[in-house]
């Protein structure tokens, strides 16, 4: 896992999303699309250092909180404000497509 990315649990999901804007990347380690993404997803956390929080969510170790949002196909990637689902998209995105959707939902 990235410095720039948090690494959230079922614990810890609620608490730490509370506040703030949230992308967060439900994942599992033998999913090939959420390999194809992820170091897109490393790459715009590292832009977005200080504004806004990426995190992933791996959903073979933490499937209450997977279950809580109707994860169905991974990846998906929430777009959280101050607790508050605001934005899913299901796939994997390149860096552009991130990038563009973290633009629209969070008007940076």
Known sequence: M??????????????????????????????????????HFDSSAKDYKGKINFAKLNVDENFETANQFQVMSIPTTLFISDGEVVHAIVGAMNKEQIVENVENVFNN
């Open 2 to 39: 990235s410095e720039n990315i948090s690494e959230l649990t079922d614990k810890d999901f609620e608490k730490e999303t509370k506040k703030g804007k949230w992308v967060i990347d439900f994942w599992a380690p033998w999913c090939g699309p959420c390999k194809i993404m992820a170091p």
